[in-house]
């Protein structure tokens, strides 16, 4: 029997949807800018300081944008021989740009529905939301009630927070309700409380995630977000291809924030690891023991939280060179039977004006050694992911998707 493993670069995008323009994204691309701006400022380790990625473009990633963008990553054209592995593109039904949206489509649920936003960029949540936050949680107040990135809500507001006890709450462009809150000061297990009445008061109003975000330090010069951030989210509408595989009695390992994407629904095992390495090393873990008909899923959140959402194109293209060392590591553990697909979620252009993901297309790229290479083409939905991995794990269809992986099966 086969297994399935399937990782999600967490933003990396090959260019922009059709429909971007709707999203303010026409132009965005997330991959061909990293690209270009190591060309330009030299940032890479290749060739005149070109993007170095070598296994991923074996495996038909430069390919994949070229097809969704129509030009090939800059510095990277004479680096890329015929692929071995099938490559190809995705394009989002789904309303939003969002992580649960990306992932849920990709699992079979496309989210053909209008989350829950709050738009205004500042006074961003009803005060009957914070009003009853307060109350229920016990707090002497809130801090922030805006649209803002992240890291830089916590250096403005870091210090009042600490003094005042009262947590920092934001939003951003995705459906989302974020409580930032000092680790110490604070204490962890009582911002995940918070968190927790926040996940029930904004359910009527149909948001997607509630987020802890936890951080240390004592100015702000020295506060830093750590990794015990905490999503809450919303359970998926319908069955996706987690539910269906625990249905037969299947394995299915959620690594990193794979489990709270999903709510904790449909997943056997859980295991936690931060970082690109970790998060590496806890998927090859998972593989050294994961049975057959089971799959195997990773989320690598870094390049979206740490480089895409901060606008840092250098340090991204520096991850993206740390995964493409890694991956002949996973080559070596594969058996028999096994698909590997590496895709994204979404897109989040590090050069784009803004903090906030970008709507673009996402690479699929499938290898294994039962794999033909080829093109897979431009698939209309990231649906078509988990109908392919349902019939190559030979589980019933799912609802939603087409399968690729039939067809270049040997």
């Not at 086969?2 to 999600?8: D, E, M, N, P």
């Not at 000061?185 to 802890?212: K, M, Q, S, T």
């Not at 089971?294 to 340090?315: C, I, K, M, W, Y």
């Not at 030979?394 to 099966?409: M, N, Q, S, W």
């Amino acid at each position: 029997m086969s297994r399935a493993i399937l990782l999600v670069l967490d933003s990396l995008g090959i260019g922009a949807l059709p429909d971007a323009d709707q999203f303010g994204d026409a132009g965005a691309d997330t991959l061909g800018h990293i690209a270009a701006h190591c060309l330009a400022t030299r940032c890479g380790s290749g060739a005149d300081g070109a993007l170095h990625i070598p296994h991923l473009l074996d495996l038909g990633l430069g390919h994949a944008a070229q097809l969704a963008s129509d030009s090939f990553p800059a510095g990277l054209q004479d680096l890329a021989p015929a692929p071995v592995g099938a490559w190809g593109c995705a394009r989002e039904r789904s309303t939003g740009k969002d992580t649960t949206s990306g992932h849920w489509e990709m699992c079979g649920v496309p989210v053909l529905f209008d989350w829950g936003y709050f738009t205004a960029p500042t006074e961003s949540f009803p005060a009957e939301l914070l009003d009853a936050l307060v109350e229920r949680a016990q707090l002497p107040g809130v801090l922030g009630n805006c649209r803002a990135s992240g890291t830089t809500i916590i250096a403005e507001l870091g210090e009042a927070h600490i003094c005042s006890g009262k947590p920092i709450i934001y939003t951003s462009a995705d459906s989302v309700l974020q409580i930032a809150a000092h680790e110490g000061h604070f204490g962890l297990e009582r911002l995940y409380e918070v968190c927790a009445i926040a996940r029930e008061l904004v359910d009527p109003l149909n948001v997607a995630r509630v987020i802890a975000r936890p951080f240390t330090g004592e100015d702000a010069t020295s506060f830093k977000r750590t990794s015990n951030r905490r999503d809450y989210s919303v359970p998926p509408p319908a069955p996706t291809l987690l539910d269906r595989l625990q249905e037969v009695q299947r394995e299915v390992i959620g690594i990193g924030k794979i489990p709270d994407i999903f709510a904790h629904r449909g997943i056997t095992r859980e295991v936690k690891a931060h970082g690109i390495d970790d998060l590496f090393q806890a998927t090859l873990d998972a593989m050294n023991n994961a049975a057959d008909g089971s799959l195997v899923f990773t989320n690598f959140v870094d390049f979206d939280q740490e480089f895409g959402h901060r606008r840092d194109p250098a340090g991204y293209a520096a991850a993206l060179e740390a995964f493409d060392v890694l991956l002949p590591q996973l080559l070596t553990r594969l058996r028999d039977g096994d698909v590997v697909l590496l895709v994204a979620d979404h897109g989040n252009d590090p050069t784009w004006p803004g903090s906030d993901h970008t709507r673009e297309h996402v690479p699929i790229l499938a290898f294994g050694p039962r794999v033909h290479a080829g093109s897979i083409g431009c698939r209309d939905s990231f649906a078509d992911i988990g109908q392919s991995i349902a019939n190559w794990l030979g589980i019933p269809p799912l609802d939603a998707g087409h399968d690729f992986l039939g067809a270049i099966r040997a």
